[in-house]
Every structure is written in C-alpha cells, then in structure tokens.
Nanobody, 127 residues
C-alpha cells in the first residue's frame, strides 16, 4: 500500500541547483518509515538505471554514487514522510529521469530490495 510521488524536477542551466522531493504514503507508522530503506535512482539517456543516494535508516550515514559525490545530498523529514535530494553544481550529464524508491520491509529483512517506486521526475540540465 506504500506509494511514492516525486516532485521538483525541471530545466536548469549548468551550475544551477534543484531540490527533489518524494512524498510517501501508506506506512503504518513513523517508526517503519524511519528505519526502512529509501533511495534516489536515475536513468540517463542510453544508459542503465543507477543508484544516486541511499539511506537505510534515520541517523545512519547515507551512501552516494561516485558520479554525484560532493554535489548531491540526500535527507529526510520523517515526521512528514518526505525524502529530499538536493542537487548542486548540476552538469549536462545529470540530465535524466530521477526516481524515488523504498523497501518498507527492510527493517525486518535487513536488506534493501526497493520494491516500491515512484513515477519519476525529469531533470534537464542545459549547457
């Protein structure tokens, strides 16, 4: 029953910034949201889908893909069941569809399978 809805995508010039949001619904309680896996993925034209940033739980250091380290930051407002991706110093190669993903069962299984996905939001970076 968990659903994810992304927002915040758009078109920007190289060097600009965007903040993506992922609103979640359907979690039975805030504890499950705080302690289960959440992540951002993207798929660039002609390339495979890749993980951008992920969090296994609140207060656990997030992980980042090599292509975005130092430029993107993942964060959560668990009280509002919202995941964010702050994107700075954007480059044309960052142009992609960006997806929010979750595994509401990961608190129990101990692994992130990302079985729940949003519809995606388009980010376009111009030269």
């Amino acid at each position: 029953q968990v659903q994810l809805v992304e927002s915040g995508g758009g078109s920007v010039q190289a060097g600009g910034s965007l903040r993506l949001s992922c609103a979640a619904s359907g979690y039975d309680n805030i504890y499950r949201y705080r302690t289960s896996c959440m992540a951002w993925f993207r798929q660039r034209p002609g390339k495979e889908r890749e993980v951008i940033a992920g969090m296994t739980a609140d207060d656990v250091s997030p992980t980042y893909g090599d292509s975005v380290k130092g430029r993107f930051t993942i964060s959560k407002d668990s009280a509002k069941h919202t995941l964010f991706l702050q994107m700075n110093s954007l480059k044309p190669e960052d142009t992609a569809m960006y997806y929010c993903a979750a595994d509401p069962r990961s608190w129990r299984t101990g692994r992130c399978e990302y079985n729940i996905w949003g519809q995606g939001t388009q980010v376009t970076v111009s030269s």
